[in-house]
């Protein structure tokens, strides 16, 4: 099956910093989704983005689905924004999401 | 407001004892899943329904049943719970994708179960 792969696996920052989140898979997809998980383990959609770019506030992400990557901004970043970033593909031909291992951010105030 | 919703959010029962989780979604979704997540080991599907009387396994069907007999409703039953089964179990929905596009998935707040 698939391979997702999320880099970092941890990232702690002070408030107010930028941070870069990477997603590699290992083949085509259709639907490429980043998730955020707060403290009570409530998964919250971030961006639907299979392809291009996308800017929601102070997060956007960018996928490049010819060279099977996805990245996600957080700009200003604030304590709220710690959790965990799941990013989750459905590849061509499967009929499920498969989730990466996910980054732990931690934003110090 | 277009919603996944599961319950119980939490529950602590005993080895043996038949539990349901209940999920229901109001966006008419055709497709539906359970997935559980432990440390470690991530986010894995147990179950999924492409539409109505139509389930298949996913990665972790062993100890679990499911049905589709309304499109809104896909519950999760386990009908001798281990303590192997002691996990965080999400719920999720979509529509089912045509062309060869995906669709958004949606998830339920999560279920956090506890067997001893």
């Known amino acids: 099956g698939i391979q997702v792969e999320q880099s970092p696996p941890d990232l702690i920052l002070q408030e107010g910093a930028n941070s870069t989140l990477r997603c590699n898979f290992s083949?085509?997809?259709?639907?490429l989704q980043w998730f955020h998980q707060n403290p009570w383990g409530q998964l919250i959609n971030l961006f639907y983005?299979?392809?291009g770019t996308k800017q929601n506030g102070r997060l956007s992400a960018t996928t490049v689905a010819t060279e099977r990557y996805s990245l996600l901004y957080i700009s200003s970043s604030q304590t709220t924004d710690s959790g965990v970033y799941f990013c989750a593909v459905k590849e061509t031909s499967g009929s499920r999401l498969t989730f990466g291992e996910g980054t732990q951010l931690t934003v110090n105030p | 407001e277009a919603q996944v919703t599961q319950n119980p959010r939490y529950l602590i029962t005993v080895t043996g004892k038949k539990l349901t989780v209940t999920c229901s979604q109001n966006m008419n979704h055709e497709y539906m899943s359970w997935y559980r997540q432990d440390p470690g080991l991530g986010l894995r599907q147990i179950y999924y329904?492409?539409?109505?009387?139509?389930?298949d396994k996913g990665d972790v069907p062993e100890g679990y049943k499911v049905s589709r007999k309304e499109k809104r409703n896909f519950p999760l039953i386990l009908e001798s719970p281990s303590p192997n089964q002691t996990s965080l179990y999400f719920c999720a929905s979509s529509l089912i994708w045509s062309g060869g596009y995906g669709t958004e998935a949606f998830f339920g707040q999560g279920t956090r179960l506890t067997v001893v």
């Open positions: 083949d085509s997809v259709n639907n």
């Open positions: 983005i299979p392809s």
């Open positions: 329904s492409m539409n109505v009387e139509v389930t």
